[in-house]
């Protein structure tokens, strides 16, 4: 129902080929809610770093990926782990481990998130782990990364990135945009292309997400950004470099396209709605129906997250109702369908206007357009 649906929002818009075509096929597996680290821009609700004995086991998580890759037959399928940070302790290690491996013989490309301090333990306990693809988090030169995630880290954590390159044929540097880092970020890029990197991720904050105020960037840093980084994008080697875009509000967003545009991007759907910008440059825009249909972001305890909680800010387990283990009718049925079907059909025609952005889709409340038409 949902693809058909898609599909007819394709034809009459004129939407790119594909763009809601395979569905859902991304998984994100959280695995536990502790970290060795306190980061000033943890984009995860403070106070709340604690293990509990509720976590899946592995061998759930097991039966859970045979039982997705077999019914789901949709081509391309991706497992992201993350914790807060899956390699603090030995057991969260072991789940990884183990819950990759399983993928990856069940056809996943699967991978991981890390903040890379502790990678020389994976390594000493797991010397014969691959991944298909590892991301580290490192915020820019030594001393802007330290201010960010703590005296020591960036050092341990390009231990890890250059461990890492053993371990996996890809591997992200992953850069959170802060206040504190964006102006940092051309250095930093030099800096990590001189050390053999070529893969460079970088994420703005999550409007709303609660960190400190001071943190927050705003829009016309992030055009900035775009103009500095496109700048120096084409003197190192890079083999990808990917922004994936949150805007921390609407207000201007169509100087924001405006910006992109004068990129001349190419605008197409892989994994997520991407403008390719000019040599390997991309920009994922997160927050569209795309990735509401073709992610499903999974609780340490193995509830499935409501995609409309996370932009609300809500995302608690009261309000997350599917488990794993009562998602047996999946995929014929993605839990949150209706939803995202209502949510579809309500998307304002304005929003399909080449003039405006369309690929956001109408969704954010703040947007002065949907606004006006009283959306
Ligand atoms: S490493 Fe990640 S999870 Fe840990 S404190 Fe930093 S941002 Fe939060």
Known sequence: MLIKHLNKLQKKHALPIGIFSKLPKLLLITINNDCNL?????DWLKGQFANTDNYLETYEWEIFLDNFSKKSGLGEKILVISGKEPLVDEKSRQKLVQVI????????MAGFITNGTRFDML???????????????????RKINDLQR????????????????????TVFISTTLTAINIKNIPEHLKAMSNRGFKNFVFHSLIPGEPVENGLKTQDSNILNFLEKVGQIQKKIVSSQMILDFY?????????IIRTIQSFKPRF???????????ANFYIRF???????????????EGHLVDPFEIRDQSYLKENMPVHVRNFESWPKENPYQ???????????????????FKFCLGQNKFCPLTRKKGG
């Open 38 to 42: 306190r980061c000033a821009h943890c």
């Open 101 to 108: 491996g399983t993928a990856r013989k069940d056809g996943f």
């Open 123 to 141: 390594v000493n306990e797991h010397p014969e782990f691959q991944a298909d693809f590892i991301d580290i988090s490192i915020e820019g030169t």
């Open 150 to 169: 703590g005296q020591g880290c960036w050092e341990k954590a390009m231990t890890g990135a250059l461990l890492a390159q053993e371990m996996a044929p």
């Open 247 to 255: 805007p921390e509000s609407f207000d201007d967003f169509p100087e």
């Open 268 to 278: 197409f759907v892989d994994k997520y709605i991407v403008a390719e910008l000019d």
């Open 286 to 300: 997160i927050n569209t129906p795309q990735t509401l249909t073709t992610s499903l972001l999974f609780s340490p």
């Open 338 to 356: 209706q939803k995202i079907i209502e949510l579809i059909e309500n998307i304002p025609e304005v929003c399909f206007n080449q003039d405006c």
